[in-house]
């Protein structure tokens, strides 16, 4: 004699479609009742991009506001934190949220991060794909006060919209790190690069010297140089050296 299939093999599925319900009616069966944080979470205030916040009323727009009003759902009367990406950064209060722009009120001034005592920038010729957002993200993450993608013979940066994004993404790396500040963000060529760049050069070779042994110089900027996945060719090195 044959087994039966059951119609529903999960022996909790009764519960899960019990707590679906519940999870998606909870706001109309229970108006009045408030979901509790989790024990030891706080709520993060939301980070808002603003060059100048010096006067007592500072009107945001374009994509910020839409971040603040649509993305973030914020409220009038809600405290946010407001950065200049020069490394300064204020709490304010939202007084009013438009369509097209929010209006807000610049408070107490946050503190500022200390100064690093070893300023780091990357030269580098951008990888293929993802990995270029990637390295932008971790770079400005970890406070490198530069960012400059290389043009050379095995790698280019075709549009000034390749830049734009780069500078979007360390923006938005900034905001979730909530560093005040943001990195340079602009294509150099060779000649420029070594005749712009300040403080001691750094050219990144498989071949090269090991990074320790140059820690015990002492410097106050850096430009790690990082050449693309086929390297630099015989001309650019020397250019380099």
């Known amino acids: 004699m044959g087994m039966r299939k059951q119609e529903n093999s999960c022996p909790n599925w009764e519960n899960k479609k019990r707590w679906l319900w519940f999870s998606l009616n909870w706001g109309k069966t229970c108006p009045n ?4 944080h989790r024990r030891g979470r706080t709520m993060r205030t939301h980070r808002v991009f603003c060059p100048d916040f ?3 009323r500072v009107e945001i727009d374009g994509a910020e506001a839409h971040h603040l009003a649509r993305v973030l759902r914020a409220r009038p009367g809600q405290m946010i934190e407001l950065f200049d990406g020069r490394g300064s950064g204020c709490q304010a209060l939202i007084r009013e949220i438009h369509k097209s722009a929010c209006v ?5 001034a946050l503190p500022k991060a200390p100064s690093p005592r070893v300023s780091i920038s990357v030269a580098v010729a951008p990888p293929k794909g993802s990995r270029q957002g990637w390295l ?3 770079a400005t993450e ?10 050379v013979a095995r790698g280019q940066i075709s549009a000034e919209s390749v830049l ?5 993404i360390a923006l938005e790396a900034a905001r979730q790190c909530r560093r005040c500040d943001l ?4 294509a150099r060529d060779l000649p420029t690069l070594t005749s712009t760049v300040e403080g001691k050069r750094w050219l990144l070779s498989p071949t090269g010297r090991p990074i320790a042994e140059c820690l015990h110089q002492a410097f106050s900027s850096v430009t790690l140089i990082v050449g693309p996945e086929g390297g630099f060719d015989a001309a650019e090195i020397s250019a380099l050296t």
């Open 54 to 56: 010096s006067s007592q």
């Open 164 to 168: 734009l994004r780069w500078r979007k």
């Open 183 to 186: 990195p340079r963000v602009e």
């Open 33 to 36: 009742r408030v979901i509790p």
């Open 142 to 151: 970890l406070g490198v006060a530069g960012i400059y993608p290389l043009n």
């Open 136 to 138: 932008v993200e971790k």
């Open 104 to 108: 807000v009120e610049p408070g107490t």
